[in-house]
């Protein structure tokens, strides 16, 4: 089910969705000059550590992995990734965001069954 394109476009949108909350977020905790590099270096360290660390032969990544990692450490960053886009949402006042982005990451990984025993196993 993992590989059902609709769940791949769902993951792509989460991902970018992500991202935005990690910007917003490092927006809303400064009001000075910082405030434009937390915006932009933040969402770009998430991106970077994303592609970075993966486990080879994850048909849900494009490419060789730069650093590969274990199946159950490639979960637990994920896990943390969207876990902490849950609170940026949250943290910057969006709270139905974060309601809607939490719950969807949370029906992702239940129809992506396959890929978490794949990632525990591997």
């Not at 769902?10 to 000075?32: C, I, K, M, P």
């Not at 660390?53 to 990734?81: H, I, K, Q, Y």
């Amino acid at each position: 089910m993992s590989q059902n394109i609709v769940n791949l476009a769902v993951r792509f949108l989460l991902e970018l969705a992500a991202l935005y909350a990690f910007g917003r977020w490092g927006w809303s905790q400064r009001t000075d000059a910082w405030r434009y590099l937390l915006m932009i270096g933040l969402p770009l360290i998430a991106a970077t550590l994303w592609g970075v660390f993966r486990v080879p032969g994850d048909t849900s990544a494009n490419g060789n992995a730069v650093v590969a990692v274990p199946g159950w450490v490639r979960l637990l960053f994920e896990v943390a990734f969207f876990s902490f886009a849950t609170y940026c949402f949250f943290a910057s006042g969006l709270n139905n965001a974060g309601w809607a982005f939490g719950i969807i990451t949370l029906l992702h990984y239940l129809t992506s069954y396959d890929r978490i025993l794949w990632l525990l196993k591997s």
